[in-house]
């Protein structure tokens, strides 16, 4: 099959092509209306549709004020959050599995979460504020991956891909290392709850304060993204061939790694780790929407955003005590990834 008969082919996606193109929007809108009214003070979804009108009409509300607190101080910061951390984490999936052309890749294959977890974990050694452990953690998640690209491209091989992905295991180990160093030398009555903690992901501390710190971070990230999504369909044939085409792959690669570090860094310097989204909701909406990456990356954005709202909404609510996000996400995500061990051929389907 020739070239352009390749990307031909992954323009068609039949019916589920286009019956994902409604389901990701009005998935996504659903899940954040209820997200509002579960959890520890449950709303009726008369009041909250009560609350946002008033907010939007500028008229005095007829809603509890307790409601109007809990809506704008307590769950609004979390949803946002949700929102902007779920696509981000989605999209640097779909981006990663597209550069290796292979949809068993997660974002962090490079060690980025690893670096964000050995910045922060360093930070709550150290006791320091909570802005310099957040800043720290999206410190060492870039710096990880800068290393692992770093001895990529000094080791000169014929397999770019496999190097990288080589340099980011042991970068990751390496890091695992020192990480569980400082959690052995940690207080082990108010520094190791609090790292346990950070390690799992968690929503709750999440404040918009940190919501408008990592906006700019995204928006960065997500330029070369939108910008070169086209190129990565091209880059998803491989490397010769896309250098037959007149791609500069080492360039390309270099860019769309970048930011979708920097979008991932940035999710996780506020949330902690949060596993799992990177590798699933991508692969979700590539069944929805087919290979393309211009479809694949917005539907991976609005399935990646409403899947971790729907998840934090569950979290608050089905216990007394809020369950971590880490360990949902894993309890869902397990069974899916034996699941994609299964059924997914050798290579790019």
């Not at 909406?285 to 479809?295: I, K, S």
Request: aromatic share 6%.
């Amino acid at each position: 099959m020739s070239v352009r008969d390749r990307l031909a082919a992954g323009q068609d996606t039949g019916w589920w092509g286009r019956t994902g193109v409604w389901v990701a929007p009005l998935a996504l809108i659903a899940v954040v209306v209820l997200s509002f009214g579960v959890g520890k003070y449950p709303i009726a979804a008369g009041d909250v549709i009560a609350a946002v009108i008033g907010r939007l009409t500028g008229q005095p509300s007829t809603v509890d004020p307790t409601i109007e607190t809990v809506l704008w101080q307590v769950r609004l910061p979390r949803v946002l959050a949700g929102l902007a951390v779920g696509a981000a984490l989605a999209a640097a999936g779909a981006t990663y599995q597209g550069l290796f052309r292979n949809p068993l890749v997660s974002p962090d294959i490079l060690g980025v979460s690893a670096g964000a977890s050995l910045g922060a974990v360093l930070g709550i050694f150290l006791s320091l504020p909570v802005l310099m452990i957040q800043l720290l953690a999206f410190i060492g998640g870039l710096a990880a991956v800068a290393l692992v690209y770093a001895v990529g491209a000094a080791i000169r091989t014929r397999d770019p891909i496999l190097v990288l992905v080589l340099a980011g295991v042991a970068v990751g180990a390496l890091l695992g290392a020192c990480l569980s160093l400082l959690k052995v030398l940690a207080d082990p009555y108010n520094q190791l709850p609090a790292i346990t903690y950070w390690l799992l992901g968690s929503l709750a501390a999440v404040t918009r304060g940190d919501l408008v710190s990592i906006l700019p971070a995204l928006a960065i990230g997500f330029v070369p993204l939108v910008l070169l999504r086209w190129r990565m369909n091209l880059m998803t044939l491989g490397d010769e061939e896309a250098r037959a085409l007149g791609i500069d792959t080492t360039r390309l690669r270099a860019l769309l790694i970048a930011g979708a570090t920097l979008i991932t860094a940035a999710s996780v310097s506020i949330t902690g780790v949060i596993g799992w989204i990177g590798l699933l909701i991508p692969h979700i909406a590539r069944m929805l929407v087919g290979p393309d990456f211009g479809r694949l990356l917005l539907a991976s954005v609005m399935l990646g955003a409403g899947y971790l709202v729907g998840i934090d909404a569950l979290a608050r609510s089905i216990a007394a005590m809020e369950t971590p996000l880490g360990i949902l996400t894993a309890a869902l995500g397990a069974p899916f990834f034996l699941y994609l061990l299964a059924t997914t051929r050798k290579g790019w389907e």
